[in-house]
């Protein structure tokens, strides 16, 4: 079950049981039925969009022939991805509202916004329109934004 645990971490355990499924050329009408389940709930779960309940993962593991508890422990894998990505998503600013343009020079999407601030302030400050400004003001904090302004102003003598 390692294996297959580790091999799956992260991937709602929905779309595991479609292609294990298709595998075994099963249909999902009829197991749902078999498993005493509604077919629309089997439906959605190989969607992704629901979850699956420690009930049906007995029944699904067994019927599949994995270890007890494999879907439901895949499925608190996929919970904790999914927590994980949001709060990556909150590292950062609201990409949206920054032009990518502004940062020509770099790969955007690998751009640290914690450890690179004082670059992305100084960018931004020098080229960003107020809406870009604004957002790191929310992101940054006006003090840190403040202080990365007037360190740039001392460091070059003009005004930015």
Do not use: C
Request: proline share 2%; charged share 30%; hydrophobic share 35%.
């Amino acid at each position: 079950m390692e294996k297959l645990i580790d091999k799956f971490k992260g991937i709602h355990p929905g779309l595991i049981l479609e292609r294990e499924l298709k595998k075994r050329r099963l249909k999902k009408g009829p197991l749902a039925l078999s498993l005493n389940e509604y077919p629309q709930t089997l439906n959605d779960i190989t969607k992704g969009k629901r979850g699956v309940t420690a009930s049906l993962s007995i029944k699904l593991d067994q019927i599949l022939g994995l270890e007890e508890g494999t879907m439901l422990i895949l499925q608190a894998y996929y919970e904790i991805q999914k927590e994980k990505n949001k709060r990556n998503a909150a590292d950062k600013p609201n990409l949206s509202i920054l032009r990518k343009i502004l940062f020509w020079d770099t790969d955007f999407d690998k751009i640290n916004w914690k450890s690179q601030y004082k670059s992305v302030i100084q960018r931004v400050l020098e080229r960003g329109n107020s809406d870009e400004k604004n957002e790191l003001i929310r992101y940054y904090g006006q003090d840190l934004v403040n202080k990365v302004a007037i360190n740039s102003i001392d460091q070059t003598g003009r005004d930015i």
